[in-house]
T-cell receptor
Framework: DAGVIQSPRHEVTEMGQEVTLRCKPI?????LFWYRQTMMRGLELLIY????????DSGMPEDRFSAKMPNASFSTLKIQPSEPRDSAVYFC????????????FGPGTRLLVL | AQSVTQLDSQVPVFEEAPVELRCNYS??????LFWYVQYPNQGLQLLLK??????LVKGINGFEAEFNKSQTSFHLRKPSVHISDTAEYFC?????????????FGKGTKLSVKP
């Protein structure tokens, strides 16, 4: 049974370029989360969707970040333009949708902005 | 506002020794509590969770945790660790009335098991 799938696993880009991270949640899960992990700030929630609708994007750092979920099996997190301080590991997670339910994490995308 | 404090950033321990990873939380309401583990270059994986009922919760890989409401703690324990337990461990909390997104993580504790 496939878990949460993220692509790419690694991304190296130059400052100012657009970066798109992709996530496929577990089939049947109706909540999807994007997190960012850095040494300084730990694990932070950026945005989460329920039934493809963004519910809380208060963690999105600034307008350079945007996220979409066009259908139940796909989501993107876009950074445009990217900056060196965006370098981090970005995780996608999904869950069935009740607040006590487990969130299942993907392997992450390690982003380096030069 | 909720917060989670993991008191130790790093815990070195010898193989087959017991270990306790500490977690304290603050919240003005009842909470759900979680422990996740992150192996190198992987995503987080749930170890165990406390929702209600018995305060002693058993999880995967021989780990257990005890919810102590009066001390607002949820410490993780294992009586005998293996080399393969080397990983980073995250405590997380969510309010009963919180939305799905309000899962607050601690900064993590790196467990290093030495032979």
């Amino acid at each position: 049974d496939a878990g949460v799938i993220q692509s790419p696993r690694h991304e190296v880009t130059e400052m100012g370029q657009e970066v798109t991270l992709r996530c496929k949640p577990i089939s049947g899960h109706n909540s999807l989360f994007w997190y960012r992990q850095t040494m300084m700030r730990g694990l932070e929630l950026l945005i989460y969707f329920n039934n493809n609708v963004p519910i809380d994007d208060s963690g999105m750092p600034e307008d350079r970040f945007s996220a979409k979920m066009p259908n139940a099996s796909f989501s993107t997190l876009k950074i445009q333009p990217s900056e060196p301080r965006d370098s981090a590991v970005y995780f996608c997670a999904s869950s069935i949708g009740q607040i006590q339910e487990t969130q299942y994490f993907g392997p992450g995308t390690r982003l380096l902005v030069l | 506002a909720q917060s989670v404090t993991q008191l130790d950033s790093q815990v070195p321990v010898f193989e087959e020794a017991p270990v306790e990873l500490r977690c304290n939380y603050s919240s003005s309401v009842s909470v759900y509590l979680f422990w996740y583990v992150q192996y190198p270059n992987q995503g987080l994986q749930l170890l165990l969770k406390y929702l209600s009922g018995s305060t002693l919760v058993k999880g995967i890989n021989g780990f257990e945790a005890e919810f102590n409401k009066s001390q607002t703690s949820f410490h993780l324990r294992k009586p005998s660790v293996h080399i393969s337990d080397t990983a980073e461990y995250f405590c997380a909390v969510r309010n009963y009335g919180g939305s799905q997104g309000n899962l607050i993580f601690g900064k993590g504790t790196k467990l290093s098991v030495k032979p």
